[in-house]
C-alpha cells in the first residue's frame, strides 16, 4: 500500500494531468460579483469542496479515524457540517426551533462518535448535509439583506453574546469549511495518498 501511495502522493486528485481542469465544478462560477453573490460563490466552493474530498470512498473509509485520540473522519466532517449549517442558517438566522441532527447536551461529540461503517449511516449523513445546504442557499439568496441580524445570546457562533448579521454567519460559515477542508485533506490521504485541489 505505502509504494501504491507513493506514486500518487503528488498526484492531482481530481484531474489525471495535475493541470486546472474544466471539468472541475468549482472553477468558473461567477466573478466580480456583488457581496452576496461573492459570499455564495464561495460557499457553493466550498461545500464542493467537501463533496469531492468524500468522492468514491465506501462506508469503511468514510468512517475512517485520523490518528488516535483523534475521533474525526471523513463521515464525522459531512455529519458536523450538517449541523453546523443547522445551527447557523436554520436555527439561529430563520429563528426556526428544530432538534439537533446528531449532537445533543448528553453527546456533544455525537456527530463524529456516531460515524461509523455503515452505508445507511453515509447516506443519512449525505441527505441531511444536503437538506441543510438547500435550506441555506435559498435562506441565503433570499434574504431582504445581509445585514438581517439575528441574536446570538449564547454566543455560539462567535458573535461576542449578541446580534449577527448574515453577512456575518456566511462569512462564519465560508470559515468552518476552510478550517475543516485541510483536515479533510489529510484524511483522505491517509486514506488512499490521494491529495488535490
Not at 4 to 17: E, I
Not at 57 to 80: I, K, Q, Y
Request: proline residues 4%; negative net charge.
Amino acid at each position: 500500500m505505502m509504494a501504491a501511495m507513493a506514486t500518487t502522493r503528488r498526484a492531482d486528485m481530481f484531474t489525471a494531468d495535475g493541470k486546472p481542469s474544466d471539468d472541475d465544478p468549482r472553477e468558473n462560477g461567477p466573478t466580480l460579483g456583488d457581496e452576496r453573490t461573492t459570499l455564495i460563490e464561495n460557499l457553493r466552493c466550498a461545500r464542493l469542496t467537501l463533496e469531492m474530498k468524500c468522492a468514491d470512498l465506501d462506508a469503511e473509509a468514510m468512517a475512517r479515524r485520523s490518528v488516535e485520540p483523534s475521533t474525526m473522519s471523513l463521515l464525522g466532517l459531512v455529519r458536523h457540517l450538517a449541523e453546523v449549517e443547522r445551527g447557523t442558517f436554520r436555527v439561529l438566522m430563520a429563528g426556526q426551533d428544530v432538534p439537533k441532527l446528531f449532537t445533543s447536551e448528553t453527546d456533544r461529540d455525537g456527530d463524529f462518535d456516531g460515524a461509523v461503517a455503515d452505508p445507511k449511516v453515509v447516506a443519512e449523513a449525505w441527505e441531511a448535509w444536503r437538506a441543510e445546504v438547500d435550506f441555506a442557499e435559498r435562506f441565503l439568496a433570499e434574504a431582504p439583506s445581509l445585514d438581517v441580524t439575528a441574536d446570538d445570546a449564547a454566543n455560539l457562533h462567535g458573535s461576542g453574546g449578541g446580534l449577527m448579521s448574515l453577512r456575518e454567519a456566511a462569512l462564519g460559515m465560508i470559515w468552518e469549511y476552510a478550517r475543516h477542508m485541510g483536515h479533510a485533506d489529510l484524511l483522505r490521504e491517509r486514506i488512499d495518498g490521494r491529495i488535490g485541489q
